[in-house]
């Protein structure tokens, strides 16, 4: 009864637990397993004959955070057919491998988290290298592409490049895959792999404002609709109220220019979030300091309001073509420029304001690669580091 209770508690099935010795810096636990017939791997015949034994250590889970070791006594059988030798086949470790089956599948799951590869290697009593060595075959590459494809970078200064592509599904937000380059000639010789089928799969596109993501959409998912992710456009008409604030703070005095510095959140934020104690603060900036500023501001908090209001995307998108036409004409360099890059994402853009998609779950997945790449001091090799960010996405 003992023995059993032993075996549950470890969950060591079909073997006996001989001994257990609790040492100060590692636990062992001496098992072997019961006598059965075994089958011949050379002849096929049966055979209940022991040759010998021999005493196996492998590494196993830690048991009281503490290293632990299976001393294995494993048998040797001989077959009375064709006089050969060979080890009884069990369940707990591969052949040649030193450490047992369920501690290979308890790294997987500790590398689901967000640590360092040396910290888990340390907790699971293996080196390093043993974890690098396992980390290319978790590097799988996906063979199906989703209804709704988004496509986002992010700085992961890994391998030859310093820029790695995500690809997300925008219902499920899984990863699809991660690409090592964003070049363009790397885009495509990842795409060309997949049959005109699963191109035409993708019904959604979803990007951020970059010419080179547009030409793959427009090459290789001819039936998808190319969506502007909202962030990415809006973004637009903020940097240009931010240029407007940068020079006009340059041309202050230094106690003002300090202040007006600090006042950056201020007019970036929309002014329904604003405290209302700070109402006069930002009333003063924008009335007493520039009309350029100002006018900015104004169209910021308009081209926001149209986004986040509840009226029919028709709607929406008309408010948005007066927006573009009227700051076409305008007078201020940044918001004129902004306006231009609006004009010519104007279908993009429409399409965003049609459906519920966006990069929201890229931007947030690439968070935890950052996390992820910051816990690691970086990683070197690309397979490695892809194959966490796939871990990642599964946990």
């Known amino acids: 009864m003992h023995s059993n209770c ?9 073997v006996k637990v001989r001994k257990i010795k609790n040492l100060e ?24 004959t022991v040759h010998d034994y021999y005493l196996q250590t492998i590494k196993d889970i830690p048991i009281q955070f503490k290293p632990t070791n299976i001393i294995y006594n494993k048998r040797r059988y001989h077959c009375n057919s064709c006089s050969k030798n060979f080890y009884e086949s069990n369940k707990i470790v591969t052949k040649y491998k030193r450490r047992t089956n369920r501690l290979t599948e308890f790294v997987v799951n500790e590398l689901r988290n967000l640590d360092s590869q040396s910290n888990i290697a340390k907790k699971c009593n293996v080196s390093p290298s043993v974890i690098s060595k396992m980390l290319p075959y978790l590097a799988v590459t996906t063979s199906k592409l989703p209804r709704v494809l988004c496509i986002d970078e992010f700085k992961g200064n890994t391998g030859n ?81 931010d240029k407007i604030r940068i ?21 970036l934020s929309r002014k329904c979030k604003i405290k209302e104690e700070r109402y006069d603060e930002l009333e ?40 573009i036409k009227r700051n076409l004409e305008s007078d201020i360099p940044q918001l004129k420029e902004c306006a231009k890059t609006y004009h010519h994402w104007y279908i993009e853009i429409k399409n965003s304001l049609e459906v519920p998609y966006s990069n929201g779950a890229t931007e947030g997945f690439n968070n935890k690669i950052k996390v992820l790449k ?3 001091f970086g990683m070197r090799s690309f397979k490695n580091f892809k194959a966490r960010i796939m871990l990642l996405n599964r946990c």
């Open 374 to 376: 910051r816990v690691s």
């Open 6 to 14: 032993i075996k549950d508690l470890l969950n060591l099935k079909e």
């Open 25 to 48: 810096n590692i636990v062992e636990v001496y098992i072997e397993l019961p006598i059965l017939e075994q089958v011949c791997p050379c002849c096929g015949n049966k055979t209940s």
């Open 247 to 267: 020079e006009v703070q340059s041309k202050l005095p230094k106690s003002e220019r300090k202040y007006f510095k600090h006042s950056r959140y201020l007019l």
């Open 161 to 241: 490049y310093k820029y790695q592509v995500a690809l997300i599904d925008g219902e499920t937000h899984e990863v699809v895959d991660i690409l090592e380059c964003r070049h363009k000639h790397s885009l495509c010789e990842y795409f060309k792999k997949f049959p005109q089928e699963q191109l035409n799969n993708v019904k959604y596109f979803v990007t951020d404002l970059w010419e080179t993501y547009k030409d793959i959409a427009f090459t290789y998912f001819r039936k998808a609709k190319i969506i502007a992710d909202h962030f990415h456009w809006t973004r637009y008409a903020c940097n240009a109220l």
């Open 284 to 323: 003063n900036m924008l009335i007493n300091y520039s009309e350029n500023l100002r006018i900015a501001y104004r169209e910021k908090e308009e081209l926001l309001d149209i986004l986040h209001s509840e009226d029919e995307s028709d709607i929406k998108i008309n408010k948005i073509s007066k927006w």
